[in-house]
């Protein structure tokens, strides 16, 4: 069983969609045993992280997200509240991933936010299985997690490379959304599902 941590922050339904198609059992919830309990873990998120970080506190899970030892999917801002901080609110994250989030400057050659398919590479997990060096994903977001130690995917924007998605032991991230990534969402999806 899949729980997806229900903390109002969006994207619920194409995650539910998504794990729909693949077969997967899942229950939405708040409720720590159940989370506790889950053979995986998905934290998703859209929107501000500072206002992301404050629902998910309201719920009196970051100590126990914190503790999980199953595998645990953060997507997007999901994969942000997972890192140390972020430049949006400022805020301070659950501190897993080694990374700190910045914003997208202004530039006339790269819209903010940076929104639609781009390429991933440097694909360095299991995570990642099957999925060919350049796969387009789908993105969404103003804000990007630097690069770090964990890091094991990467994609350029407005000439930036950063972290598209990080690891560390069993807490995996991804900045792009693999719910909405067509057939290669499904295969990263499908590989988290088997780790």
Known sequence: MIAIIDYDAGNICSVKNALE??????????DPAA?????KVILPGVGNAAEAMG????????GLIRSLRQPVLGICVGLQLMCRSS???PVEGLGLLDCRIRRFPAQADAKV???GWNQIGNLDSKLFREVPEGSYVYFVHSYYPDLCP????TCHHGGILFS????????????FHPEK?????SQILQNFLVL
């Open 35 to 39: 989370i506790k309990a889950a053979d």
């Open 181 to 185: 990534s067509g057939g290669v969402g």
């Open 113 to 115: 936010p940076h929104m």
């Open 87 to 89: 430049e949006e609110g």
């Open 55 to 62: 629902s998910l506190e309201a719920t009196g899970l970051t």
């Open 164 to 175: 598209a998605a990080l690891r560390w032991e069993n807490f995996y991230g991804t900045q």
């Open 150 to 153: 964990d890091t094991i995917a």
């Open 21 to 30: 198609r693949l077969g997967a059992s899942y229950v939405l919830t708040a």
